[in-house]
C-alpha cells in the first residue's frame, strides 16, 4: 500500500507541474519572426552552457593557483578560452557573416 501511495504522490506532483509551469506559445504572424524567436531561444541556452563552462573554468584556474599544478592551470585557461568562445558565439558568427 506504500508503494502505491507513493506512486500516486509521484504522478499527482507532475500532473501539478505539468499544468503549472506551462507558458503560453504566441504565433507570430511572419514565419521568419518565427524562426528569429527560436533562433534567439536557441542561442540563449548556448550562452547559458557557455557561462556554466566559463565559471568552471575560472574555478579550475583558482584550484589550480591553490595546488601548484601546472597541467590543471592549463585546463583552466583551455577550459576559459572555451567557455568564452562558446559564450559569445552568437556575435562571433554575426561578424564571421557580416
Do not use: C
Amino acid at each position: 500500500m506504500k508503494r502505491k501511495t507513493q506512486w500516486l504522490l509521484a504522478f499527482g506532483t507532475m500532473i501539478v507541474l505539468g499544468t503549472v509551469g506551462t507558458s503560453t506559445a504566441y504565433a507570430a504572424g511572419d514565419p521568419m519572426e518565427t524562426v528569429n524567436n527560436f533562433s534567439n531561444f536557441i542561442f540563449g541556452l548556448i550562452r547559458a552552457v557557455g557561462m556554466i563552462i566559463l565559471g568552471f573554468g575560472i574555478v579550475q584556474i583558482g584550484l589550480s593557483l591553490k595546488s601548484h599544478d601546472p597541467s590543471q592551470r592549463a585546463n583552466g585557461f583551455l577550459t576559459l578560452a572555451g567557455g568564452v568562445i562558446i559564450t559569445f558565439t552568437k556575435e562571433i558568427l554575426a561578424l564571421i557573416a557580416g
